[in-house]
Each structure stands twice: as structure tokens, then as C-alpha cells.
T-cell receptor
Framework: AQSVAQPEDQVNVAEGNPLTVKCTYSVSGNPYLFWYVQYPNRGLQFLLKYITGDNLVKGSYGFEAEFNKSQTSFHLKKPSALVSDSALYFCAVRDLSGTYKYIFGTGTRLKVLA | DTEVTQTPKHLVMGMTNKKSLKCEQHMGHRAMYWYKQKAKKPPELMFVYSYEKLSINESVPSRFSPECPNSSLLNLHLHALQPEDSALYLC??????????????FGSGTRLTVV
């Protein structure tokens, strides 16, 4: 069965510091991996995806993610955090068994401190 | 237009009421989705419409009834809900149905409270 794990419920980082939000996955075959961000009382916003190609994927708002096949990880990163980055972040993998629906992680709350 | 618009933003309804949630997109997307999200949890898929046909129903109770009148509109009809159905209901769309590499565009959701 395919699954996604986000091991940290919350990540705190000081403004200006680099941030990492962790995600590991378990799939059979090639993974289709996504990151979404959710601000309070809002829907999810697509940040970036890895389908194939370069392991470093660049996305919206200065975020990037590194795909590591050997560690089955897809960590979200940003070189310099902003207070406005504070939000709930979801990692997701696509179910390739036929439905193509998302399998979401449990979410990580990022808090950037001024 | 790059948005998914959901109305109303907030809805309070009694357990005997009938109400509808609406979702609209004008991006030419051919797949539309309903998700339910409880506080501090990931979204849970409810229904998928692909090319205006219902393609996935995730064993959702019949008190939730989806409708896709055309390629731009998606409704969710609600009847005889329970308090545990209170949640944020999210609509989303994607360019093509059944494609594993498409990202979704989500609406801001309808915050539903059942009293």
C-alpha cells in the first residue's frame, strides 16, 4: 500500500533561517510527489511536484524540494523563512493503483518566529 | 481566471435542513473533486467527477449528493446531516481526469456547521 509520512507535527524556525519540512513515502513503482500549503481557513495551494527528472524541484514562493530515492524522502526546503510562510504543509503521493487520488500526509504546522 | 470559487464561505444548518454547496471554475478543467477536512487533519476525498461523470464515490453516506451540471460547476447537496458532518468542505479541479501528474487547484472551502 502507498503511504506518506510527515514525522513532525510542528516545526518552529526563526525568520531568515533556512527551513525544512520532512516527508517520507512508501510506494511501489515510481512516485508522483506533491507539496501543498494551507493557510488558516483557506483551501490548499499547490507548491510543487516531482514526477521525473532533476531531484531538486523548484516551486512557488521560493520553496524547493529534494527527491531522494534511496532515502524515500521528499523534504520541502526554503533558504530563508518568512513569517508569512507560517501555515500547514501537506505532502502527498499519487495513488497509481487506478484512482489517481492523493494520499496525503498528516500535515506539518510551520511556525516562523519574528 | 485561475481560481476555484466556492459559495457560501460559511453555512450553519440544522439536522433537518436541505442546503447546497456550490463550486465553480473557468479554467477549462475537466476533473472536479469534493473533499472533506476536519480540523488539523488532511483532506479526505469524497467524490470525483471526470468529464462531468461521477467516477469516484468514496463510500460517502447518501445524505451527501453531488451534482455536476456542466464542466464548470459542481454542487454538493446536503440533507439530514449529523453534527459530526461539521467540517471544511473543499472543492478542487484539475486539467484532466485520471492523470497522476496534474496538480489540483483548490477553492477556499465552505465551513459547515451542523447544529
Amino acid at each position: 500500500a502507498q503511504s506518506v509520512a510527515q514525522p513532525e507535527d510542528q516545526v518552529n524556525v526563526a525568520e531568515g533561517n533556512p527551513l525544512t519540512v520532512k516527508c517520507t513515502y512508501s510506494v511501489s513503482g515510481n512516485p508522483y510527489l506533491f507539496w501543498y500549503v494551507q493557510y488558516p481557513n483557506r483551501g490548499l495551494q499547490f507548491l510543487l511536484k516531482y514526477i521525473t527528472g532533476d531531484n531538486l524541484v523548484k516551486g512557488s514562493y521560493g520553496f524547493e524540494a529534494e527527491f531522494n530515492k534511496s532515502q524515500t524522502s521528499f523534504h520541502l526546503k526554503k533558504p530563508s523563512a518568512l513569517v508569512s510562510d507560517s501555515a500547514l504543509y501537506f505532502c502527498a503521493v499519487r495513488d497509481l493503483s487506478g484512482t489517481y487520488k492523493y494520499i496525503f500526509g498528516t500535515g506539518t504546522r510551520l511556525k516562523v518566529l519574528a | 481566471d485561475t481560481e476555484v470559487t466556492q459559495t457560501p464561505k460559511h453555512l450553519v444548518m440544522g439536522m433537518t435542513n436541505k442546503k447546497s454547496l456550490k463550486c465553480e471554475q473557468h479554467m477549462g478543467h475537466r476533473a472536479m473533486y469534493w473533499y472533506k477536512q476536519k480540523a488539523k487533519k488532511p483532506p479526505e476525498l469524497m467524490f470525483v467527477y471526470s468529464y462531468e461523470k461521477l467516477s469516484i464515490n468514496e463510500s460517502v453516506p447518501s445524505r451527501f449528493s453531488p451534482e455536476c451540471p456542466n464542466s464548470s460547476l459542481l454542487n454538493l447537496h446536503l440533507h439530514a446531516l449529523q453534527p459530526e458532518d461539521s467540517a471544511l468542505y473543499l472543492c478542487a479541479s484539475s486539467p484532466r481526469g485520471g492523470r497522476e501528474d496534474d496538480g489540483y487547484t483548490f477553492g477556499s472551502g465552505t465551513r459547515l456547521t451542523v447544529v
